[in-house]
Nanobody, 123 residues
Framework: VQLQASGGGLVQAGGALRLSCAASVHAFSGYAVGWFRQAPGKEREFVAAISWSTYYGDSVAGRFTISRDNAVNTVYLQMNSLKPEDTAVYYC????????????????????WGQGTLVTVSS
């Protein structure tokens, strides 16, 4: 499985961006996909995940929306009302299908990772 994250860039606070994670894999619908981010000097943290349901980290709930289009093997992360503290490198990751919310938030349980895309939110 190869993942390609894209869509990052520079945006002002309050703005929006949509990240994409394109997967080269057969039967993409059989995978759960998560987004994680790593800010400078901080550990990588969970942002959102999608399987049968969607799950969000506390800091992004209500502002970010994760969705998927299995027809084009892509997962999206719509980020609205961006804040400077959202500045980070965003990574998408995939793993075998599960609806276990705790497992979906655990980056150690993901098998495949994309290369990351940088999001910078200016104040």
């Amino acid at each position: 499985v190869q993942l390609q994250a894209s869509g990052g860039g520079l945006v002002q606070a309050g703005g929006a961006l949509r990240l994409s994670c394109a997967a080269s894999v057969h039967a993409f619908s059989g995978y759960a996909v998560g987004w994680f981010r790593q800010a400078p000097g901080k550990e990588r943290e969970f942002v959102a995940a999608i399987s049968w349901s969607t799950y969000y980290g506390d800091s992004v709930a209500g502002r970010f929306t994760i969705s998927r289009d299995n027809a084009v093997n892509t997962v999206y992360l719509q980020m609205n009302s961006l804040k400077p503290e959202d500045t980070a490198v965003y990574y998408c990751a995939a793993r075998g299908y599960t609806n276990n919310a705790i497992h979906l938030q655990n980056q150690q349980l993901y098998d495949y990772w994309g290369q990351g895309t940088l999001v910078t939110v200016s104040s």
